[in-house]
């Protein structure tokens, strides 16, 4: 298995969120995080990708494995498309931006300052820096926010190309990417916090 969880119990806030957690990822699989808004998809990711510190359990993945992609895509936006991605090239040790920049539709916008692209292209640029980053395990929260129909199918091919190379994809989408072949985790199974009481309304405000 490329990324395998157990037991994971994830907080926000001080208030735990998620707790018994598991599941595998072996290379080749996607797996998409499903659960309503506040479920706790996002601090599964954040805690995943080593950002907050989990309150129990166990990941067993090798770190330099691991590619986040949030909402906060670490665009510079005084440095154009292509000097973006020759940043992120250097920082990973890869080489060779070009690829990334057709797979997701840059090309025509490779010398455009990032702070005059449009929400969409942000974020196909926040997309290709996974590409650049070259590592084998996507932890991806929503990546699809402003992508309209053909940039969402651009990126729905990426991740299928990711995924017969040998990688593997954990995503948090309300959006149906086309992967068939993905598995589904719903992190509701895994709620520790009990929902807000019925009537809690009326107490409050009745
Ligand atoms: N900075 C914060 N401090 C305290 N609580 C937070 C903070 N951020 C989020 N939360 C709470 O943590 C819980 C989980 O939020 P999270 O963002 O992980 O949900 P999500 O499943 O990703 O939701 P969405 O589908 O809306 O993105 C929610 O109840 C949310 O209100």
Redesign the pocket.
Known sequence: MILSVRGLAVA??G?T?LEGIGFDLAAGQALILR??????????LRTLAGLQPALAGEVSVAPEALAYGAHADGIKSVLTVAENLRFWAAVHGTSGIEAALVAMDLTGLRDRQAAHLSAGQKRRLGLARLLVAGRPVWLL??PTVSLDVASVALFAGVVRGHLSAGGAALI?T?VDLGLGEAGVLD?GAFRAVAPARAGAFDEAFG
């Open positions: 926000r806030g208030v969120v659960g309503p808004n506040g479920a706790g998809k996002t601090t599964l929260d929503e948090a309300h992190v």
